[in-house]
Every structure is written in structure tokens, then in C-alpha cells.
């Protein structure tokens, strides 16, 4: 691992998760409060000030963190919410131009080069950075990814801390900071791991991992302590830009007496929907997100859905999706299903000899095809039974996009 020559910028937005579940209401960060554990777990999510005061940290199960702070306050975790304001902020921060890596929802680094010119310094850059994601942020520019977080951690909101592009100040930089730095910039998840092991042989400071002789590190730690003694010495690899995607998203409000069955359809019909959106180009899907609005309990559901090879048919992707259903935690509200990742376009390989229904086929899917590009998405449609046996009318069927 060498050192990098880059001007890396990270933008660090403090407790960001707790932020979006408390659904805007800043009176609950004043008091001992925290995210309640995901359905059939029992540790917390991230935790206010006032309940760190008490003791309480991110990931202590349910009943300790009780039993040191009696007035803790719980709050219902929001991961689909979380994921789709982090997810604007990232597509507003590429709208500047910056070519963004995404190392957790509230953490994002970028480097700063290729945009100087443009907006004409470093300062200015953070400025228009500090605009685009319309949020309280801390700012740290340094040489490496490890060393611009370790910057943003020490900043004000509305003081960045940049620091030179010298190693050996950087490593003097470095020397006093936490060892649990190491878990919030971890690229590698063997780095999380390690921090709790290095505070039992009572290595506090990255100053003291970075003192130890490296064959001992390699002997007692592999791979993971040797990447962490590196950026303790300030060194780190080169970032690693997402691809700038699109956010294609298709959602359904559900009644409350939703079943089984209402749910399979109406996951049938977000299916159908986007595949016919426009945005899509005859691209197959290589993973998608299927989340939900939760009535009783409050919050959001979110699962990540990736399929073992890229699809454009629905019924394999309702095959796929349908299971997901039954890991639901509570009665749904608002079904979404959302493109993570994009696939390769489908291929149009025709057969040696068609067949004469395959044919007929075919000629449909180009008639419907130009029906939409002349008359919009909407022009082909099909009836879609959701609650047959419904005493409301309009709940037992809807409108859904044609199969193509």
C-alpha cells in the first residue's frame, strides 16, 4: 500500500441515521435517545450525545443500554428512508461534478483535483460540496482517504480542516487520534474487527499501532493489521468512485388489511412497472431494493434483492421477490421497489427457425412498443386482479403496464 498523492475531501455528516429516523424532530437529539434493533435483533443503531453520556454506544444490546440510562428513548430504525436521502445527497454532490465514494450513509469522500479549476480552489469546492448536500457537514481535505476522515472528525461545521500534503505531518496528525477511527473509515470489514482487539492489548492511539514492528503486527493480526498499521503511518488505497447511476423507484400504497396474496400482486405490478419505464433503455436488472412503509410499528423495511444473473423477465423477478415478503415485520403501508444496480441490454438473438407462436409474439412486443414511444407509458395496459373477493370495488383490480 503506498501513499497517494491525491487532495481527497470528506464530507462527514455527524449521526446521520438518527437524523433521518427522528423524521426531523431535533428535540429528540437533546435527550437520551436511540435506534431501536431491527426486527429479531437486540442491538442498537446509532445513539444521541446525551444517551453516550449514559454509557450507551452503537451496537450494546437492548438491555444493557436500558439498565445504564432508564430514560432512554427509542425510536423505530428508518433504513429505506436513511438509504434514499443519502442517496439524493449523493446524486447532488455528482451534480457538481464530484466523482463520489460512499464509505457509509453520512460518510462520502471525493477527490478534490479534477474540480479546482473549475470552481477555482480548494475552499471553493468545499463551498459548493457544503451546498449541494443542504446539510450540517464537517469538511477534511488530506492526502489519503484515512487521514481527510481522521481531518473532518477534528472540524467545525462550518470550518474545514485541511491538512498539507507532507507525510511526516500527516503521521503527527494521526498519532494521537483513536484507534476506533479505524472502524467509522474501514474499507475493509476486517478492519471493525480489529479494533476491539487492539484496545484489550491496550494500543489506544493509532501512534501506538503505527510504533509496532510490522512483522509482529503481520504475525498476531494478518492482513487486516498490517492495513491498519498503513493508515496509521498515513498511508491508504486509491479511492474508488461509484458508477453515477440513476434512481429509478416504483411505490404502491397498500390498504392496511393487506394479505398475503394482495402483496405477491402488488409486488407483481411494481415489477411491471419498471421494467416499463423509459429510463430503463432495455437494460436488465442486476439488483434491486425492495422496501416498505410500516404501519404499527413505525419506521421503514428495506431488503436488498440481488439476482443470480441479470434479469428483464418479470415472472423470474417475482419468483425472486416474492419470499422476501414473509421476512415483513409488521402490516404494510407503501410497498417501493427500486433499481440498485443496472445489467447489461437484453439481447435480441433470433432463432435459426422460428417458431410461429414465438413470431406472433415478437410482433406484439414491437406493436405495444411503438404504442408507448407515440402515446406514452400508459397507452398499453392490462386488468390486474389484487383482492378479488373485496367488498370495494376499486380494490379489486387496477391498471398495470402490458407483458411485453
Known amino acids: 500500500m503506498a501513499e497517494s498523492s491525491g487532495l481527497i475531501a470528506c464530507a462527514l455528516l455527524p449521526r446521520f441515521e438518527l437524523v433521518v429516523s427522528a423524521g426531523g424532530r431535533t428535540e429528540l437529539l437533546g435527550v437520551p435517545v436511540a435506534i431501536a434493533p431491527e426486527p429479531g435483533g437486540q442491538q442498537l ?3 444521541s450525545a446525551a444517551a453516550e453520556a449514559f454509557g450507551v454506544s452503537p451496537g450494546m444490546r437492548l438491555g444493557e443500554a436500558l439498565a445504564r440510562c432508564r430514560r432512554l428513548t427509542l425510536i423505530p430504525p428508518d433504513p429505506a428512508g436513511v438509504q434514499e436521502r443519502w442517496e439524493l445527497m449523493l446524486v447532488a454532490l455528482e451534480a457538481i461534478g464530484a466523482a463520489v465514494e460512499s464509505l457509509r450513509p453520512g460518510l462520502v469522500c471525493f477527490d478534490v483535483r479534477g474540480l479546482l479549476r473549475l470552481y477555482g480552489g480548494t475552499d471553493a469546492v468545499l463551498l459548493a460540496a457544503r451546498r449541494a448536500l443542504a446539510a450540517p457537514a464537517r469538511f477534511g481535505v488530506a492526502s489519503t482517504r484515512f487521514a481527510a476522515l481522521a481531518a473532518a472528525s477534528r472540524a467545525r461545521t462550518r470550518q474545514p480542516l ?6 511526516r505531518r500527516t503521521r503527527e496528525f494521526l498519532a494521537p487520534m483513536p484507534v476506533e477511527l479505524l472502524r467509522e473509515g474501514a474499507v475493509d470489514p476486517g478492519l471493525r474487527l480489529l479494533v476491539e482487539p487492539l484496545q484489550r492489548l491496550g494500543i489506544r492511539t493509532l501512534g501506538q499501532l503505527a510504533g509496532l514492528p510490522r512483522a509482529a503486527v503481520a504475525d498476531r493480526f494478518g492482513r487486516p493489521g498490517l492495513h491498519a498499521r498503513e493508515l496509521a503511518l498515513g498511508g491508504d488505497l486509491p479511492l474508488r468512485p461509484r458508477e453515477a447511476g440513476e434512481l429509478v423507484r416504483e411505490s404502491l400504497e397498500l390498504p392496511e388489511s393487506t394479505s398475503g396474496q394482495q402483496l405477491e400482486r ?3 405490478l411494481l415489477v411491471d412497472r419498471l421494467l416499463a419505464r423509459h429510463e430503463r433503455r432495455g437494460r436488465t436488472l442486476r439488483a434491486v431494493v425492495l422496501s416498505a412503509a410500516l404501519v404499527e410499528r413505525g419506521g421503514t423495511w428495506r431488503q436488498l434483492v440481488a439476482f443470480r444473473e441479470s434479469l428483464s423477465d418479470p415472472v423470474r423477478m417475482r419468483l425472486a421477490l416474492t419470499p422476501r415478503l414473509q421476512l415483513l415485520p409488521a402490516p404494510v403501508q407503501t410497498l417501493a421497489l427500486a433499481v440498485e444496480r443496472f445489467g447489461p441490454p437484453t439481447s435480441d438473438q433470433r432463432a435459426l427457425l422460428e417458431e410461429p407462436s414465438r413470431a406472433r409474439v415478437a ?3 414491437e406493436a405495444v412498443r411503438q404504442v ?4 406514452g407509458p400508459d397507452a398499453a395496459l392490462r386488468v390486474l386482479q389484487i ?7 376499486e380494490r379489486r383490480s387496477i391498471l398495470a403496464p402490458f407483458e411485453r
Do not use: E, I
Open 387 to 393: 383482492d378479488p373477493s373485496s367488498r370495494f370495488p
Open 372 to 375: 408507448r414511444a407515440g402515446a
Open 45 to 47: 443503531g446509532a445513539v
Open 162 to 167: 485541511v491538512l498539507s500534503g507532507d507525510p
Open 363 to 365: 410482433r406484439l412486443r
Open 266 to 268: 402488488a409486488v407483481g
